[in-house]
């Protein structure tokens, strides 16, 4: 079950980049209403489920709130890197997170073995090979993109070792905290105002509902019941999905050797 959630996961998670851009909202903007929407959401997922929610003890409560912080930081910093660098590249330097996921758990005593990374290193450098052609030509903006998705890497393998340290709650309670605390976060730093036309608000509802509702409950039911391995192998469905949409809306074309990269 778990592994299909986190594929599920992924799959929708490969869209974000484009809705965020389609939107042509401000990145903090964008990320406020996501959180806004998404609280909703998860709210009423949980007011009809048969796990309402319940007294929190503090120190759980906080934990939630601190992978909160972490998950609001990645997505700034990952929306931001989409100005700077395209879509596709910002998302495989993102996916460096499965290594910094795998290396942090490893800190925490869980065991990887040899095949393993064997096969995160085959799966990202069929990431490298999809991108080969930009990984050439920088621009001006490169370095700054590369660190805010690096960074953005970074603070979504703290999101989800949080994740896998809160057994104890379910998977929409724990989005719902995060949601909420990105709310908290953001609210003196947006634009309030509604985005102005019809379809930057199909945008931001989307990415709401379908890519924060939903999608963080798939992904932290996963992250609760798979292996630090897996997690990290099953993430790399996100970039294939990504690179296809960049292909598909934005004209961004692949090569022969980036299609091998998206085999590996």
């Given at each position: 079950e778990g592994a299909w959630q986190m594929s599920l996961a992924m799959l929708i998670s490969g869209s974000i980049g484009a809705f965020v851009l389609l939107s042509g909202m401000a990145v903090i903007d964008v990320v406020f209403w996501r959180c806004l929407i998404g609280a909703f959401t998860l709210f009423l997922f949980i007011r009809f489920s048969k796990q309402p929610l319940r007294r929190i003890p503090r120190t759980i409560l906080l934990l939630a709130i601190a992978g909160g912080v972490a998950l609001v930081i990645n997505w700034l910093l990952l929306f931001a890197a989409y100005s700077r660098i395209s879509m596709g590249l910002a998302?495989?330097?993102y996916n460096t997170q499965p290594f910094m996921l795998v290396l942090m758990s490893m800190l925490l005593g869980e065991r990887v073995t040899l095949t393993k990374w064997?096969?995160?290193?085959?799966?990202?450098s069929g990431v490298v090979l999809l991108l080969l052609s930009e990984l050439r030509h920088p621009n001006a903006q490169w370095?700054?993109?590369?660190?805010?998705?690096l960074g953005a890497a970074f603070f979504y393998a703290?999101?989800?070792?949080v994740a896998r340290r809160l057994r104890q709650l379910p998977p929409q309670h724990i989005a719902l905290i995060q949601v909420l605390t990105g709310v908290v976060m953001l609210l003196p730093l947006a634009h309030i105002s509604a985005p102005a036309q019809p379809f930057s608000w199909a945008m931001v509802l989307t990415l709401g509902i379908l890519h924060t509702g939903v999608m963080y409950q798939l992904l932290y039911s996963a992250i609760q019941k798979l292996p630090t391995p897996l997690i990290g192998s099953l993430s790399f469905i996100y970039p294939l999905v990504a690179i296809v949409i960049d292909n598909l809306l934005f004209g961004h074309s692949l090569s022969l050797v980036q299609m091998t990269g998206g085999v590996l």
């Open positions: 998302t495989v330097v064997g096969w995160l290193l085959l799966a990202f370095l700054s993109g590369m660190a805010m998705a703290l999101t989800a070792m």
